[in-house]
């Protein structure tokens, strides 16, 4: 699917926030070939588990956004069992710790090789993109919220993961500490069209990926529009431009 994407679309996810069957399959119709990819999280995965979401995106790649934050055996027990599924991205929260993280990284690596399937990206939620500087104060972490992403995201390497979930703020700063490998999964994304919703570090597509993102994951701005296809066209257009531009200059 993501070799007919629009250039640049490959790298977006969109969200499918939705604990319904039928409305993410709708969603799946209307948007392949637009789209890299599709990422189903706690809503369609409380409602309809791991094995649907990879029935409801057929072969297109799926990142699992299970955020896991518990201890370690369970957070690795967990990940093993969502391997039959074979996500492209699975993911964790930072602040699960060191521990987790290895045996996250651990379990990951293991599940791949005994199944014989490719291995994911195992990403790592940092600050999420719904939090600021005072929000990260009130549950008793120290900012400022940049610090906070890239204290966890050298973590998140040091102990083994592909990558982190950021805001597209955090970008820059997480290129210079990490490096250019060190994938970067970005939520917050939003057209200069869309509302910001809860969101609160947030950048436009074309912004995102001249920062550098890796993916973007985008939901409601697509997703709630009246035609989400379109609504992916524009955002297409929009990433082209800053293509060519980048291109040419
Ligand atoms: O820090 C984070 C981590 C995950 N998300 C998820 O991304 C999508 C964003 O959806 P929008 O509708 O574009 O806001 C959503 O599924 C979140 O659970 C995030 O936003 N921020």
Known sequence: MSESCPPGMERVFVGLDTPDYARAQDLVERLSGLVGGFKLGKEFLAAQGPKVAREVVGAAPLFLDVKFHDIPNTVASALRALAPQAPAIVNVHASGGPAMLRAAAE?????????????????????????DDTD????????????????????????GLDGVVCSPREITALRAACGADFKLVVPGIRP???????????????????????????????TAASDPADAARRIAAE??????AASSS
């Open 239 to 244: 990433i082209g431009a800053e293509i060519d």
């Open 107 to 131: 379990a990951v690596e293991r599940a791949a090789e005994e199944q014989d399937r490719p291995r994911p990206w195992l990403i790592a939620v940092t600050v999420l993109t719904s939090l």
């Open 192 to 222: 200069a069209w869309a509302a910001a919703g809860d969101q609160k570090r947030i950048m436009t597509p074309a912004e995102a990926v001249a920062a550098g993102a890796d993916r973007l994951v985008i939901g409601r701005p697509i």
């Open 136 to 159: 990260l104060v009130a549950v008793g972490q120290s900012g400022p919220v940049a610090d906070q992403v890239v204290r966890l995201a050298r973590l998140a390497q040091d102990c």
